[in-house]
Protein backbone atom coordinates (compact mmCIF):
# COMPACT_ATOMS: atom_id res chain seq x y z
CA UNK A 1 0.00 0.00 0.00
CA UNK A 2 2.75 2.11 0.63
CA UNK A 3 4.45 1.63 -2.45
CA UNK A 4 1.10 2.63 -4.48
CA UNK A 5 0.79 6.01 -2.11
CA UNK A 6 4.36 6.76 -3.79
CA UNK A 7 3.89 5.66 -7.37
CA UNK A 8 0.40 7.93 -6.80
CA UNK A 9 2.41 10.99 -5.75
CA UNK A 10 5.07 10.39 -8.48
CA UNK A 11 2.51 10.67 -11.14
CA UNK A 12 0.87 13.66 -9.87
CA UNK A 13 4.13 15.23 -9.43
CA UNK A 14 4.61 14.15 -12.93
CA UNK A 15 1.21 16.10 -14.12
CA UNK A 16 2.15 18.71 -12.10
CA UNK A 17 5.77 19.42 -13.52
CA UNK A 18 7.57 19.03 -10.52
CA UNK A 19 8.88 15.66 -10.68
CA UNK A 20 12.74 15.55 -10.54
CA UNK A 21 14.94 13.26 -13.13
CA UNK A 22 15.30 11.03 -10.32
CA UNK A 23 11.98 10.68 -9.64
CA UNK A 24 11.25 10.25 -13.59
CA UNK A 25 13.51 6.19 -12.85
CA UNK A 26 11.60 5.82 -10.40
CA UNK A 27 8.14 6.05 -12.05
CA UNK A 28 9.37 4.29 -14.99
CA UNK A 29 11.03 1.67 -12.79
CA UNK A 30 7.73 1.12 -11.60
CA UNK A 31 5.99 0.81 -15.32
CA UNK A 32 8.42 -2.05 -16.11
CA UNK A 33 9.00 -3.88 -12.71
CA UNK A 34 5.55 -3.78 -11.34
CA UNK A 35 3.41 -7.09 -11.03
CA UNK A 36 0.27 -7.19 -13.19
CA UNK A 37 -1.61 -6.07 -10.22
CA UNK A 38 0.03 -3.18 -9.38
CA UNK A 39 -0.60 -1.57 -12.41
CA UNK A 40 -3.85 -2.43 -12.88
CA UNK A 41 -4.87 -1.31 -9.32
CA UNK A 42 -3.03 2.41 -10.74
CA UNK A 43 -5.50 2.32 -13.78
CA UNK A 44 -8.47 1.19 -11.97
CA UNK A 45 -7.72 4.16 -8.97
CA UNK A 46 -7.34 6.78 -11.97
CA UNK A 47 -10.71 5.41 -13.48
CA UNK A 48 -12.55 5.99 -9.94
CA UNK A 49 -11.94 9.20 -9.72
CA UNK A 50 -14.03 9.78 -13.08
CA UNK A 51 -16.73 6.88 -12.35
CA UNK A 52 -19.67 6.88 -9.26
CA UNK A 53 -19.45 3.91 -8.38
CA UNK A 54 -17.67 1.21 -6.28
CA UNK A 55 -17.71 -1.46 -9.37
CA UNK A 56 -15.69 -0.68 -12.44
CA UNK A 57 -16.38 -3.98 -13.68
CA UNK A 58 -18.64 -2.90 -16.93
CA UNK A 59 -15.13 -0.90 -17.85
CA UNK A 60 -12.66 -3.83 -17.45
CA UNK A 61 -12.00 -3.99 -21.32
CA UNK A 62 -10.88 -0.60 -21.68
CA UNK A 63 -8.94 -1.12 -18.36
CA UNK A 64 -7.28 -3.99 -20.44
CA UNK A 65 -6.28 -2.21 -23.43
CA UNK A 66 -4.82 0.81 -21.35
CA UNK A 67 -3.14 -1.97 -19.45
CA UNK A 68 -1.95 -3.96 -22.47
CA UNK A 69 -0.03 -0.72 -24.06
CA UNK A 70 1.18 0.63 -20.95
CA UNK A 71 3.24 -3.45 -21.06
CA UNK A 72 3.84 -3.61 -25.03
CA UNK A 73 4.95 0.26 -24.66
CA UNK A 74 7.57 -0.95 -21.65
CA UNK A 75 9.20 -3.75 -23.61
CA UNK A 76 9.50 -1.67 -27.01
CA UNK A 77 11.71 0.88 -25.09
CA UNK A 78 12.90 -1.46 -22.32
CA UNK A 79 16.76 0.08 -21.44
CA UNK A 80 19.86 -1.49 -22.11
CA UNK A 81 22.13 0.01 -19.47
CA UNK A 82 24.87 2.17 -21.04
CA UNK A 83 27.28 4.36 -19.90
CA UNK A 84 25.22 7.55 -21.43
CA UNK A 85 25.36 11.18 -20.92
CA UNK A 86 21.82 11.07 -22.59
CA UNK A 87 20.62 7.99 -19.81
CA UNK A 88 18.33 10.52 -17.64
CA UNK A 89 16.71 12.19 -20.71
CA UNK A 90 16.29 8.33 -21.96
CA UNK A 91 14.35 7.93 -18.47
CA UNK A 92 12.66 10.87 -19.01
CA UNK A 93 11.07 10.48 -21.87
CA UNK A 94 10.26 6.65 -21.87
CA UNK A 95 8.22 7.87 -18.46
CA UNK A 96 6.59 10.65 -20.43
CA UNK A 97 5.58 8.13 -23.38
CA UNK A 98 3.96 5.96 -20.49
CA UNK A 99 2.29 8.31 -18.79
CA UNK A 100 0.90 9.82 -21.89
CA UNK A 101 -0.67 6.37 -22.91
CA UNK A 102 -2.49 5.94 -19.16
CA UNK A 103 -3.63 9.76 -19.68
CA UNK A 104 -4.92 9.29 -23.46
CA UNK A 105 -6.45 6.03 -22.43
CA UNK A 106 -8.82 7.50 -19.27
CA UNK A 107 -9.10 10.50 -21.44
CA UNK A 108 -11.28 8.69 -23.86
CA UNK A 109 -12.70 6.30 -21.39
CA UNK A 110 -13.85 9.69 -19.24
CA UNK A 111 -15.29 11.52 -22.76
CA UNK A 112 -17.71 8.52 -23.74
CA UNK A 113 -18.54 8.53 -19.94
CA UNK A 114 -18.89 12.09 -19.31
CA UNK A 115 -20.86 12.46 -22.66
CA UNK A 116 -22.81 9.29 -23.16
CA UNK A 117 -22.99 7.27 -19.46
CA UNK A 118 -24.84 7.97 -16.40
CA UNK A 119 -24.18 5.83 -13.36
CA UNK A 120 -28.14 5.51 -11.85
CA UNK A 121 -28.63 4.75 -8.42
CA UNK A 122 -32.42 3.25 -9.07
CA UNK A 123 -34.85 2.69 -11.75
CA UNK A 124 -38.96 3.26 -11.39
CA UNK A 125 -41.44 0.20 -11.98
CA UNK A 126 -43.54 0.04 -14.88
CA UNK A 127 -47.07 1.66 -15.12
CA UNK A 128 -50.37 0.88 -16.52
CA UNK A 129 -50.18 2.49 -20.86
CA UNK A 130 -50.68 0.91 -24.03
CA UNK A 131 -50.75 2.06 -27.75
CA UNK A 132 -54.25 1.25 -29.45
CA UNK A 133 -53.93 0.88 -32.98
CA UNK A 134 -57.50 1.01 -34.50
CA UNK A 135 -58.79 -0.55 -37.84
CA UNK A 136 -57.80 2.47 -39.72
CA UNK A 137 -54.19 2.65 -38.85
CA UNK A 138 -54.75 5.53 -36.22
CA UNK A 139 -52.86 5.33 -33.33
CA UNK A 140 -53.40 6.30 -29.60
CA UNK A 141 -51.36 6.49 -26.73
CA UNK A 142 -53.60 5.92 -23.91
CA UNK A 143 -52.10 7.09 -21.18
CA UNK A 144 -52.27 10.62 -22.70
CA UNK A 145 -55.97 9.80 -22.87
CA UNK A 146 -58.46 10.91 -19.92
CA UNK A 147 -60.46 8.46 -17.72
CA UNK A 148 -64.40 8.01 -19.11
CA UNK A 149 -63.22 9.42 -22.48
CA UNK A 150 -64.98 7.65 -25.61
CA UNK A 151 -62.14 7.56 -28.31
CA UNK A 152 -64.24 5.75 -31.02
CA UNK A 153 -67.79 5.52 -31.62
CA UNK A 154 -69.06 3.70 -35.16
CA UNK A 155 -70.29 0.55 -36.51
CA UNK A 156 -72.15 0.00 -33.68
CA UNK A 157 -68.91 -0.21 -31.40
CA UNK A 158 -68.10 1.83 -28.97
CA UNK A 159 -64.62 2.38 -27.48
CA UNK A 160 -63.61 3.81 -23.92
CA UNK A 161 -61.41 4.30 -21.70
CA UNK A 162 -63.04 3.79 -18.37
CA UNK A 163 -62.95 5.44 -15.17
CA UNK A 164 -60.57 2.46 -13.66
CA UNK A 165 -58.26 3.46 -17.09
CA UNK A 166 -58.86 0.15 -18.85
CA UNK A 167 -59.81 0.33 -22.25
CA UNK A 168 -63.67 -0.96 -22.77
CA UNK A 169 -65.41 -2.44 -26.24
CA UNK A 170 -69.36 -2.29 -25.80
CA UNK A 171 -72.00 -3.40 -28.33
CA UNK A 172 -74.72 -0.80 -28.50
CA UNK A 173 -76.92 -2.78 -31.32
CA UNK A 174 -77.22 -4.93 -34.18
CA UNK A 175 -76.44 -2.57 -36.53
CA UNK A 176 -72.70 -3.50 -36.53
CA UNK A 177 -73.84 -7.03 -38.21
CA UNK A 178 -73.18 -5.61 -41.69
CA UNK A 179 -70.18 -4.62 -43.25
CA UNK A 180 -66.63 -5.96 -42.90
CA UNK A 181 -64.46 -6.70 -39.78
CA UNK A 182 -61.96 -4.07 -38.63
CA UNK A 183 -59.01 -5.18 -36.27
CA UNK A 184 -57.06 -3.49 -33.59
CA UNK A 185 -54.18 -4.08 -31.62
CA UNK A 186 -53.32 -3.04 -28.24
CA UNK A 187 -50.22 -3.45 -27.21
CA UNK A 188 -47.68 -2.63 -24.50
CA UNK A 189 -44.09 -1.45 -24.58
CA UNK A 190 -41.25 -2.37 -21.74
CA UNK A 191 -42.13 -0.87 -18.73
CA UNK A 192 -46.39 -0.99 -19.44
CA UNK A 193 -49.22 -3.27 -18.71
CA UNK A 194 -52.88 -2.97 -19.81
CA UNK A 195 -56.11 -4.24 -19.31
CA UNK A 196 -58.76 -3.99 -21.87
CA UNK A 197 -62.68 -5.42 -22.37
CA UNK A 198 -63.48 -7.01 -25.37
CA UNK A 199 -66.51 -6.38 -27.77
CA UNK A 200 -67.72 -9.70 -26.01
CA UNK A 201 -66.93 -9.36 -22.25
CA UNK A 202 -63.86 -11.63 -22.44
CA UNK A 203 -61.20 -9.74 -19.94
CA UNK A 204 -57.74 -9.28 -20.97
CA UNK A 205 -54.84 -8.47 -18.75
CA UNK A 206 -51.57 -7.58 -21.55
CA UNK A 207 -47.79 -8.31 -19.13
CA UNK A 208 -45.30 -5.96 -20.09
CA UNK A 209 -43.49 -5.78 -24.09
CA UNK A 210 -46.50 -7.69 -25.40
CA UNK A 211 -49.65 -7.04 -27.90
CA UNK A 212 -53.09 -8.28 -28.75
CA UNK A 213 -54.65 -8.19 -32.17
CA UNK A 214 -58.47 -8.76 -32.19
CA UNK A 215 -61.61 -8.21 -34.57
CA UNK A 216 -63.62 -4.70 -33.19
CA UNK A 217 -66.82 -6.46 -33.05
CA UNK A 218 -67.56 -10.65 -32.82
CA UNK A 219 -70.39 -10.52 -34.48
CA UNK A 220 -69.74 -10.92 -38.32
CA UNK A 221 -66.98 -13.61 -37.21
CA UNK A 222 -67.55 -17.68 -36.47
CA UNK A 223 -64.58 -17.88 -34.32
CA UNK A 224 -63.37 -15.19 -31.61
CA UNK A 225 -59.49 -15.16 -33.18
CA UNK A 226 -57.31 -13.56 -31.15
CA UNK A 227 -53.40 -13.06 -31.98
CA UNK A 228 -51.02 -12.83 -28.71
CA UNK A 229 -47.23 -11.88 -28.81
CA UNK A 230 -46.01 -11.86 -25.01
CA UNK A 231 -47.64 -12.50 -22.27
CA UNK A 232 -51.50 -11.94 -21.25
CA UNK A 233 -54.03 -13.41 -18.95
CA UNK A 234 -57.81 -14.22 -20.86
CA UNK A 235 -61.09 -14.34 -18.73
CA UNK A 236 -63.29 -15.45 -20.95
CA UNK A 237 -66.94 -15.06 -21.79
CA UNK A 238 -68.99 -18.24 -22.26
CA UNK A 239 -70.46 -18.43 -26.13
CA UNK A 240 -70.24 -22.31 -27.13
CA UNK A 241 -71.33 -21.20 -30.73
CA UNK A 242 -68.34 -18.67 -30.88
CA UNK A 243 -64.87 -20.39 -29.61
CA UNK A 244 -62.38 -18.41 -28.24
CA UNK A 245 -58.79 -18.86 -29.85
CA UNK A 246 -56.21 -17.89 -28.76
CA UNK A 247 -53.19 -17.81 -32.00
CA UNK A 248 -49.33 -17.33 -30.66
CA UNK A 249 -46.42 -18.26 -32.61
CA UNK A 250 -46.46 -22.43 -32.85
CA UNK A 251 -49.77 -23.20 -31.34
CA UNK A 252 -53.37 -22.17 -30.86
CA UNK A 253 -54.99 -22.71 -27.68
CA UNK A 254 -59.21 -23.08 -27.77
CA UNK A 255 -61.84 -22.74 -25.43
CA UNK A 256 -65.23 -22.23 -24.76
CA UNK A 257 -65.54 -19.90 -21.50
CA UNK A 258 -62.37 -19.76 -19.34
CA UNK A 259 -59.53 -18.51 -17.50
CA UNK A 260 -56.15 -18.97 -18.55
CA UNK A 261 -52.37 -17.29 -18.69
CA UNK A 262 -50.39 -17.91 -22.59
CA UNK A 263 -46.40 -16.64 -21.83
CA UNK A 264 -45.14 -16.76 -25.26
CA UNK A 265 -42.19 -14.10 -25.15
CA UNK A 266 -39.38 -14.83 -28.06
CA UNK A 267 -36.89 -14.75 -25.30
CA UNK A 268 -38.11 -17.21 -23.31
CA UNK A 269 -37.49 -19.96 -26.05
CA UNK A 270 -40.91 -21.64 -25.15
CA UNK A 271 -44.91 -21.07 -24.55
CA UNK A 272 -46.49 -21.90 -21.65
CA UNK A 273 -50.48 -22.22 -21.41
CA UNK A 274 -51.00 -22.22 -17.67
CA UNK A 275 -54.95 -22.84 -16.98
CA UNK A 276 -56.64 -21.56 -13.89
CA UNK A 277 -60.43 -23.13 -14.62
CA UNK A 278 -62.52 -24.29 -16.97
CA UNK A 279 -60.73 -26.09 -20.09
CA UNK A 280 -59.02 -25.90 -23.13
CA UNK A 281 -57.42 -27.25 -26.13
CA UNK A 282 -54.15 -26.53 -27.34
CA UNK A 283 -53.14 -27.11 -31.40
CA UNK A 284 -49.67 -27.19 -32.75
CA UNK A 285 -50.93 -26.97 -36.85
CA UNK A 286 -47.40 -27.79 -37.89
CA UNK A 287 -47.10 -31.39 -36.43
CA UNK A 288 -50.80 -31.39 -35.92
CA UNK A 289 -50.23 -32.45 -32.43
CA UNK A 290 -53.40 -31.77 -29.51
CA UNK A 291 -53.82 -31.68 -26.17
CA UNK A 292 -55.91 -30.98 -23.12
CA UNK A 293 -55.22 -29.14 -20.79
CA UNK A 294 -56.82 -29.50 -16.95
CA UNK A 295 -57.39 -26.54 -14.56
CA UNK A 296 -54.18 -26.71 -12.09
CA UNK A 297 -51.78 -27.60 -14.93
CA UNK A 298 -49.33 -25.91 -17.94
CA UNK A 299 -48.62 -27.23 -21.43
CA UNK A 300 -45.01 -26.30 -21.97
CA UNK A 301 -44.25 -25.91 -26.17
CA UNK A 302 -40.82 -26.34 -26.55
CA UNK A 303 -40.50 -25.53 -30.71
CA UNK A 304 -43.16 -28.22 -30.88
CA UNK A 305 -42.44 -30.51 -28.51
CA UNK A 306 -45.34 -30.48 -25.70
CA UNK A 307 -45.14 -31.67 -22.00
CA UNK A 308 -47.63 -31.37 -19.02
CA UNK A 309 -46.88 -30.14 -15.71
CA UNK A 310 -48.83 -29.25 -12.22
CA UNK A 311 -47.93 -25.41 -12.63
CA UNK A 312 -47.87 -23.20 -9.45
CA UNK A 313 -50.58 -20.51 -10.46
CA UNK A 314 -48.98 -18.46 -7.61
CA UNK A 315 -45.57 -17.96 -9.68
CA UNK A 316 -47.57 -18.10 -13.02
CA UNK A 317 -50.08 -15.34 -12.63
CA UNK A 318 -47.92 -13.51 -10.14
CA UNK A 319 -47.66 -10.33 -12.47
CA UNK A 320 -51.37 -10.58 -12.75
CA UNK A 321 -51.78 -9.69 -9.51
CA UNK A 322 -49.35 -7.02 -9.37
CA UNK A 323 -46.10 -9.25 -7.84
CA UNK A 324 -42.69 -10.28 -8.88
CA UNK A 325 -42.56 -13.78 -7.98
CA UNK A 326 -40.40 -16.69 -8.21
CA UNK A 327 -39.57 -20.34 -6.97
CA UNK A 328 -36.50 -21.89 -7.85
CA UNK A 329 -35.96 -19.66 -11.09
CA UNK A 330 -32.35 -19.50 -12.39
CA UNK A 331 -30.95 -15.46 -12.72
CA UNK A 332 -31.27 -15.02 -16.17
CA UNK A 333 -34.83 -15.93 -15.87
CA UNK A 334 -35.49 -13.38 -12.99
CA UNK A 335 -33.45 -10.90 -14.91
CA UNK A 336 -35.25 -11.36 -18.25
CA UNK A 337 -38.70 -10.92 -16.72
CA UNK A 338 -37.09 -7.86 -14.39
CA UNK A 339 -35.86 -6.46 -17.91
CA UNK A 340 -39.07 -6.62 -19.29
CA UNK A 341 -41.18 -4.62 -16.35
CA UNK A 342 -38.23 -1.78 -15.30
CA UNK A 343 -37.32 -1.21 -19.79
CA UNK A 344 -33.90 -1.93 -19.10
CA UNK A 345 -31.29 -4.03 -21.04
CA UNK A 346 -29.34 -6.58 -18.95
CA UNK A 347 -25.31 -7.41 -19.38
CA UNK A 348 -23.56 -10.17 -17.65
CA UNK A 349 -20.00 -9.89 -16.69
CA UNK A 350 -18.76 -13.33 -16.36
CA UNK A 351 -20.63 -16.67 -15.85
CA UNK A 352 -24.36 -16.21 -14.24
CA UNK A 353 -24.01 -19.25 -12.75
CA UNK A 354 -26.40 -21.73 -11.66
CA UNK A 355 -27.88 -20.49 -8.68
CA UNK A 356 -31.93 -20.53 -8.28
CA UNK A 357 -33.69 -18.05 -6.40
CA UNK A 358 -37.05 -17.88 -4.94
CA UNK A 359 -39.10 -15.03 -3.11
CA UNK A 360 -41.63 -12.28 -4.52
CA UNK A 361 -41.99 -8.53 -4.34
CA UNK A 362 -44.51 -6.05 -4.95
CA UNK A 363 -44.27 -4.54 -8.92
CA UNK A 364 -44.82 -1.32 -7.73
CA UNK A 365 -41.17 -1.21 -5.93
CA UNK A 366 -38.39 0.84 -7.49
CA UNK A 367 -35.80 -1.18 -9.12
CA UNK A 368 -33.26 -1.04 -6.22
CA UNK A 369 -35.81 -3.14 -3.62
CA UNK A 370 -34.94 -5.77 -6.17
CA UNK A 371 -32.19 -5.83 -6.39
CA UNK A 372 -31.32 -5.64 -2.87
CA UNK A 373 -33.23 -9.08 -2.40
CA UNK A 374 -30.99 -10.22 -5.38
CA UNK A 375 -27.57 -9.13 -3.81
CA UNK A 376 -28.31 -11.84 -0.67
CA UNK A 377 -26.68 -14.20 -2.78
CA UNK A 378 -23.06 -12.69 -4.01
CA UNK A 379 -24.26 -11.06 -6.84
CA UNK A 380 -23.22 -7.31 -7.78
CA UNK A 381 -25.27 -5.12 -10.08
CA UNK A 382 -24.15 -1.47 -11.66
CA UNK A 383 -26.72 0.40 -13.08
CA UNK A 384 -25.74 3.02 -16.24
CA UNK A 385 -27.65 4.87 -19.13
CA UNK A 386 -26.03 5.53 -22.33
CA UNK A 387 -27.39 7.20 -25.08
CA UNK A 388 -31.13 6.86 -23.25
CA UNK A 389 -30.40 3.07 -22.74
CA UNK A 390 -30.38 2.08 -19.16
CA UNK A 391 -28.64 -1.17 -18.48
CA UNK A 392 -27.94 -3.36 -15.41
CA UNK A 393 -24.68 -4.66 -15.09
CA UNK A 394 -24.57 -7.97 -13.42
CA UNK A 395 -21.45 -9.34 -11.07
CA UNK A 396 -20.65 -12.09 -9.06
CA UNK A 397 -19.41 -11.09 -6.29
CA UNK A 398 -15.20 -12.63 -5.92
Do not use: C
Not at 43 to 64: C, E, G, H, R
Not at 139 to 147: D, G, I, M, Q
Not at 269 to 284: C, E, K, N, P, Y
Amino acid sequence: MEKQNHIETLYNRYLNGTMTDSEKKQLYDFFETSSDEELQELIADKLQNIVVSDNLDYLQPDMDRIFLAVRVKTAETKIIPLQSRNRWLRYSGIAAIVIAILLAGIYLIQRNFLSNTEILTDVLPGRSSATLTLADGRKVRLSTVPNDTILQDAGGTRISKTSEGKLIYTIKDNKGSTGTVGFNTLSTARGETYQVVLPDGSHVWLNAGSSIEYPNSFQLVKQRRIRLIGEAYFEVAHNRAKPFIVSTEGQEVTVLGTQFNINSYADEGRTITTLAQGSVRLDVPKSKKTMLLTPGHQIINAMGRLSSQPADLEVALAWKEGRIYFKNAPLQQVLREISRWYNIEIEYHGNPGTKVFSGGIKRTAPLSEVLRVLELSNLHFTLKKENGITTLITAQEK
